[in-house]
């Protein structure tokens, strides 16, 4: 089994639970390739191990039969990136804070390939979001997609800004704000539950459009379907807003049209019996948390 290994600036913590699971994977026959930015860390303590490297170039084969993604929810989504539209399934170890996204512990790293060739899991399959602009030659972003939400938001100024909202072509309102959040149901516990969105479990088929402290009492987060076709054109003080893809932020000229749908494509997120969304809502966002159950 050919298994991808990922991690963002990872804590000396984070690169010995890496380093075991080197060890497990070598004692067990399964063949590594690791992100070439995360290999030369581990090289730094360990400059005997060599193995493969991929990067944002030279990407991820078809060959590869699981991604395993170590630190939080943030280095989960930057992991997306590499995988593309391969359909190579994901699973992440957390070696950060929260976790909600990288759901397994590291203690949890023995049972990963074991139970993986066991077939003991399922694939979840993530709706991801696809943004365009109406001038793509201004565009900076190399893959414009995104696992959590697209967020249009002010910058370089604490006035708000205007954002001219559309639903498959017909004109919803204009939300007076500090931004606009789109949000998938994966992203539904992030950003978005943050400014008052709901939790949307991963098989809905919805998006969650949530305003960023609205100017006016009457707007609130909405639930549409995740067929619709959202157009958003941000006015303001500046001369440019922010839009961001999860973690990966770009400046955009005022008065553009910006286009959001949902991506042709998805990423297969592996769930362990374990460890399941309603569990790790439970868990990590306390849910329903009353001394009485």
């Not at 990922?6 to 984070?14: I, R, S, V």
């Not at 919805?206 to 707007?219: C, D, E, G, Y």
Request: with cysteine; proline share 5%; aromatic share 8%.
């Amino acid at each position: 089994m050919k298994v991808a290994l990922y991690g963002y600036k990872p804590t000396h913590e984070a690169l010995l639970t890496v380093r075991s699971f080197i060890d497990m994977a070598y004692g067990s026959s399964d063949e590594l390739i690791i992100e070439h930015g995360l290999l030369a860390q581990i090289k730094h303590y360990w400059p005997e191990l060599d193995y493969p490297t991929y990067d944002e170039v030279h990407g991820l084969g078809s060959d590869v039969d699981l991604m395993i993604s170590f630190g939080g929810d943030g280095t989960m989504l930057r992991s997306v990136t590499y995988i593309k539209d391969s359909g190579i399934p994901l699973v992440g170890v957390n070696t950060g804070r929260l976790g909600f996204l990288s759901t397994l512990d590291q203690e949890d790293i023995h049972f990963i390939l074991s139970d993986f060739k066991a077939g003991a899991y399922t694939l979840d399959e993530r709706t991801l979001l696809h943004v365009q602009q109406d001038q793509p030659n201004n565009w900076q972003v190399p893959l414009p997609i995104a696992l959590n939400e697209v967020t249009v938001s002010r910058k370089d100024t604490t006035s708000m800004i205007t954002i001219e909202t559309y639903l498959d072509g017909e004109y919803l309102t204009h939300y007076w704000a500090d931004g606009l959040i789109i949000s998938t149901p994966t992203g539904s516990t992030g950003y978005s539950l943050s400014c008052g969105g709901p939790v949307v479990t991963p098989a809905s088929g919805v998006l969650v459009i949530t305003p960023i402290a609205p100017h006016h009492l009457n707007a609130r987060p909405m639930v549409i379907p995740d067929t619709t076709k959202i157009s958003l054109r941000v006015t303001g003080r500046e001369k440019q807003h922010l839009v961001s893809m999860d973690s990966r932020l770009v400046s955009v000229d005022n008065e553009q049209w910006i286009y959001i749908e949902k991506a042709p494509y998805t990423i297969k997120m592996v769930e362990y019996a374990s460890e399941r969304f309603l569990k790790t809502l439970r868990k990590k966002m306390m849910w329903g948390e009353d001394k009485r159950n």
